[in-house]
T-cell receptor, first 109, second 116 residues
Framework: GQQLNQSPQSMFIQEGEDVSMNCTSS?????WLWYKQDPGEGPVLLIA?????ELTSNGRLTAQFGITRKDSFLNISASIPSDVGIYFC?????????FGTGTRLQVFP | ETGVTQTPRHLVMGMTNKKSLKCEQH?????MYWYKQSAKKPLELMFV???????ENNSVPSRFSPECPNSSHLFLHLHTLQPEDSALYLC???????????????FGEGSRLTVL
């Protein structure tokens, strides 16, 4: 079945640093989405991408839909303590989403 | 507040118990989902309902039984569960098929289930 490889699995960074994470797949997707999950909460949609090559920003977050449609990255600039959480990528086909295993981000002051 | 509410937030049950998880969405969406989230595994899709009709059953054991009485409510009935069923169960909703921005799921906060 379709699988997503999300990396890194975890990151420990200092406040103010930039962060980059990515997802790759052997399959082509029509949609790439990035979610964040805070402890004890459900995932919340951060950015949705619908076109190959699309680059979209949401505040300090920037995500891109890879030109091959098999990958996507998420960048967070100037990290702050509330960026802590688990970030999930999700690739969408015609009818379902496949989720990555998540990147756990820790930010130290 | 995402517009998707799940109850209870926490549930502990024995293997012989019968319980239900409830989900309600206030977003006017047409599709609702149950996902299972276990440690260090990707989110696993369990069931999908679109316009109150089940359109996906992802090889889920029969001890999990979904019910969707209307487009705003979704239940997951649990009976004779196993300890390995302990996980966070997430409900989500989306606009449904035939929309311009497919795949944008709105999740509830989850129901943390522990099976003893």
């Amino acid at each position: 079945g379709q699988q997503l490889n999300q990396s890194p699995q975890s990151m420990f960074i200092q406040e103010g640093e930039d962060v980059s994470m990515n997802c790759t797949s052997s399959s082509i997707f029509n949609t790439w989405l990035w979610y964040k999950q805070d402890p004890g909460e459900g995932p919340v949609l951060l950015i949705a991408l619908y076109k190959a090559g699309e680059l979209t920003s949401n505040g300090r977050l920037t995500a891109q839909f890879g030109i091959t449609r098999k990958d996507s990255f998420l960048n967070i600039s100037a990290s702050i303590p509330s960026d802590v959480g688990i970030y999930f990528c999700a690739g969408g086909g015609t009818d379902k989403l496949i989720f990555g295993t998540g990147t756990r981000l820790q930010v130290f002051p | 507040e995402t517009g998707v509410t799940q109850t209870p937030r926490h549930l502990v049950m024995g293997m012989t118990n019968k319980k239900s998880l409830k989900c309600e969405q206030h977003l006017g969406h047409n599709a609702m989902y149950w996902y299972k989230q276990s440690a260090k595994k990707p989110l696993e899709l369990m069931f999908v309902y679109s316009l109150e009709e089940r359109v996906e059953n992802n090889s889920v054991p029969s001890r999990f039984s979904p019910e969707c009485p209307n487009s705003s409510h979704l239940f997951l009935h649990l009976h004779t569960l196993q300890p390995e069923d302990s996980a966070l169960y997430l409900c989500a909703s989306s606009q449904g098929p035939g929309v311009s921005r497919p795949g944008e799921l709105f999740f509830g906060e989850g129901s943390r289930l522990t099976v003893l």
